[in-house]
Nanobody, 127 residues
Framework: DVQLQASGGGSVQAGGSLRLSCTTS????????IGWFRQAPGKEREGVSC????????YYRDSAKGRFTISNDNAKNTVYLQMNGLKPDDTAVYYC????????????????????WGQGTQVTVSS
């Protein structure tokens, strides 16, 4: 079974940092994406960043560029999201997800394109 386990959330003050981890298991496909998504109360789930296996291409929503960095450790089957310069608007439950097969550039951060999801981890940023 495909499984994803997200961890690393917490409460920080504005300007602080957190590193989220997503540990995966149960699949050995060559071409897949691991994405980070978030959902704040009363809002739709939105894509934050993703990384493609193989060539390691990375993608970010505009508000994450320059502050967040996604990376992977293949030996540990883990994808990280380093979040620096956190803002209160970053407060949300963060989820990691995966999909297999190629994605169009415009769809890399679309939650609807991801089939397998982990449980969320809460990130709270206070002002």
């Amino acid at each position: 079974d495909v499984q994803l386990q997200a961890s690393g959330g917490g409460s920080v003050q504005a300007g602080g940092s957190l590193r989220l981890s997503c540990t995966t298991s149960g699949f050995t496909f060559d071409d897949y994406y691991i994405g980070w998504f978030r959902q704040a109360p009363g809002k739709e789930r939105e894509g934050v960043s993703c990384i493609r296996s193989g060539d390691g291409s990375t993608y970010y929503r505009d508000s994450a560029k320059g502050r967040f960095t996604i990376s992977n450790d293949n030996a540990k089957n883990t994808v990280y999201l380093q979040m620096n310069g956190l803002k209160p608007d970053d407060t949300a439950v963060y989820y990691c997800a995966t999909r297999f097969g190629r994605l169009a550039l415009s769809a890399t951060l679309s939650a609807a394109q991801y089939a397998y999801w982990g449980q969320g981890t809460q990130v709270t940023v206070s002002s």
